[in-house]
Nanobody, 121 residues
Framework: QVQLVESGGGLVQAGDSLRLSCVDSGGIFSYYAMGWFRQAPGKEREFVSAISWNGHSTRYVDSVKGRFTISRDNAKNTVYLQMNSLKPEDTAVYYC??????????????WGQGTQVIVSS
């Protein structure tokens, strides 16, 4: 059973960095592609980034390309999202999720509880 727990969110200033982590305590993490979504107040949940099960393939939404980097450590059952040059528009609750591929994050219906990121201007 996949159980995802995110951490690493917080309140930062524009231009700062944060690294989000998502740990799967269920132990079958390495079989899935992993990804991050975010949801800002009053907005729909938005895809941010994804990584294949072996880390060889990644995807990013255009608005974070060049600023965010996704990575994973299968030995630690953990996926990371390094977020640099943060902007106020990055403010959202960030969720990790599993997927059958980097193009289908969320289709396996495993989601974490979310971690809040607030970027002040």
């Amino acid at each position: 059973q996949v159980q995802l727990v995110e951490s690493g969110g917080g309140l930062v200033q524009a231009g700062d960095s944060l690294r989000l982590s998502c740990v799967d305590s269920g132990g079958i993490f390495s079989y899935y592609a992993m990804g991050w979504f975010r949801q800002a107040p009053g907005k729909e949940r938005e895809f941010v980034s994804a990584i294949s099960w072996n880390g060889h393939s990644t995807r990013y939404v255009d608005s974070v390309k060049g600023r965010f980097t996704i990575s994973r450590d299968n030995a630690k059952n953990t996926v990371y999202l390094q977020m640099n040059s943060l902007k106020p528009e990055d403010t959202a609750v960030y969720y990790c999720a599993t997927g059958s591929s980097v193009w289908k994050i969320g289709d396996t219906d495993h989601w974490g509880q979310g971690t809040q990121v607030i970027v002040s201007s």
